[in-house]
């Protein structure tokens, strides 16, 4: 009886183990550092606040860009392949995306965000950014933006890989 339940066992972990794929999504764009702290409860970015949805602020070379505000990149911020755009999508979370179109893979030309959508200013694919996916609308680009993770701590959001 004993070798009978040995050889079930046996047979599920066959199957299990056949069953199986690679279900890891990895994106066509480079892994590069990401590491970000935005402080909602004080400065500039006061009235970036879960309430305000489909507002962002935008990252790159020259540092934070949120409305008319302007904020220099501190020594230890990393931007990530194009640069990040940290959203408040339809639902009021926080989502955090490379700026990298992921159809031209061109890091000196990153997405322009405006509104609901990151558009590419070489290719013109579009990115919904309105429920925190980011899929592409115009069919160019066969994966959505890559994605990056957001802590929100009492309101200070801390964007990381």
Not at 52 to 67: R, S
Not at 81 to 86: D, E, H, K, N, T
């Amino acid at each position: 009886m004993r070798r009978y339940w040995q050889q079930i066992v046996a047979l599920l972990a066959i199957i299990t183990l056949c069953g199986c794929e690679n279900t890891t999504f990895r994106s066509s764009v480079p892994t590069y550092p990401v590491r970000l702290s935005v402080d909602t409860r004080t400065g500039q970015f006061v009235h970036f606040v879960p309430e305000n949805v489909y507002d962002f602020i935008t990252v790159d070379k020259q540092g934070y860009h949120y409305h008319d505000y302007h904020l220099a990149l501190a020594a230890t911020d990393m931007i990530g392949y194009a640069g990040i755009v940290i959203y408040i999508d339809g639902s009021g979370n926080y989502t955090a995306f490379d700026r990298c179109c992921t159809h031209c893979l061109d890091p000196n030309h990153p997405t322009v965000v405006d509104g609901f959508y990151a558009t590419c200013p070489v290719c013109g694919e579009a990115y919904d950014l309105s429920w925190g996916i980011a899929n592409p609308t115009k069919g160019l680009s066969k994966e959505s933006l890559r994605r990056y993770r957001v802590i929100n701590s009492g309101g200070k959001l801390t964007v990381s890989q």
